[in-house]
């Protein structure tokens, strides 16, 4: 008997490079997540230690003072809401992602489910033939005359 050949196995080892390329696009948005919350989190400590150096009466500090500080917070009001919204966009990204993935992984699974069940099939085929074989060879020996 021959040994065994799945006729799909270019189609699994193409699946299965997609789902790679798939995973790999997933760890990027992901690591553009993390950099755009690292973004959100240095201005909000930049912005609480400006709070800080603000003294406890507003009153003594000069009116372009105040008008600097208060266009320094407008700004990163202003940054904060557009991170908001890059953070937002790159979850719905990261989300539509992650489904890609599973589709490419629940369609490398399908292959390889169809592979194990060839196998399967092909190692029956093959334990039942060489018992047939070996049912032959025994009725051949006994048949011989001494």
Known sequence: MQRFEFKFEKVLEWRA?????????????????????????????????????????PGRLAGTDLAMLAEYERSVKIR?????????????????????????????????????????EWTYEFNREIESTAGEMFLARWKRPA
Not at 36 to 42: A, H, I, K, W
Not at 88 to 99: F, L, M
Request: hydrophobic share 40%; aromatic share 2%.
């Open 17 to 57: 490079a997609r789902l790679e390329k798939e995973e790999a696009h997933l760890l990027r948005l992901r690591k553009e997540r993390e950099e755009l919350l690292l973004v959100r989190s240095t201005i909000e400590e930049g912005a609480a230690e400006a709070a800080q150096v603000i003294p406890p009466d």
């Open 80 to 120: 904060l809401k557009k991170l908001a919204a890059k953070v937002k966009e790159a979850d719905a990204r990261i989300q539509e992602q992650t489904r890609v993935v599973m589709e490419a992984d629940r369609q490398k699974q399908l292959l390889e489910d169809l592979r194990k069940s060839e196998f399967e």
